[in-house]
């Protein structure tokens, strides 16, 4: 069956560098456009990052756009965001997701989902 199994969340302090990764398993991974999403107390979920199946044309969200990078290897079918300069407003749980929907930023466009891991960041 499809999986998405995030890691590397944490408790970090403002200014460091988390690591997340997204293994997926259960679909053609190298076909879709994987993206990163979050979700604050309270707050609705929001698009955080997103990169097609080629590896090109990343797309961020502004509030993290020059501190975050996403990547994939289609080869170990894992998707990655590298956080750096973490703010205490990046705190949320961090969903990976997949479509067929090239760079889509709408969750309601995402056929799988993982559970999400969480961050917290410490001012």
């Known amino acids: 069956q499809v999986q998405l199994v995030e890691s590397g969340g944490g408790l970090a302090q403002a200014g460091d560098s988390l690591r997340l990764s997204c293994a997926a398993s259960?679909?053609?991974?190298?076909?879709?456009?994987m993206a990163w999403f979050r979700q604050a107390p309270g707050k609705e979920r929001e698009f955080v990052a997103v990169?097609?199946?080629?590896?090109?044309?990343?797309s961020y969200a502004d509030s993290v756009k020059g501190r975050f990078t996403i990547s994939r290897d289609n080869a170990k079918n894992v998707v990655y965001l590298q956080m750096d300069g973490l703010k205490p407003e990046d705190a949320a749980v961090y969903y990976c997701?997949?479509?067929?929907?090239?760079?889509?930023?709408?969750?309601?466009?995402?056929?799988?989902w993982g559970q999400g891991t969480q961050v917290t960041v410490s001012s």
């Open positions: 997701a997949a479509t067929l929907v090239p760079l889509s930023r709408r969750p309601d466009q995402y056929d799988y």
């Open positions: 259960g679909f053609t991974f190298s076909s879709y456009t």
């Open positions: 990169l097609t199946w080629r590896d090109i044309s990343p």
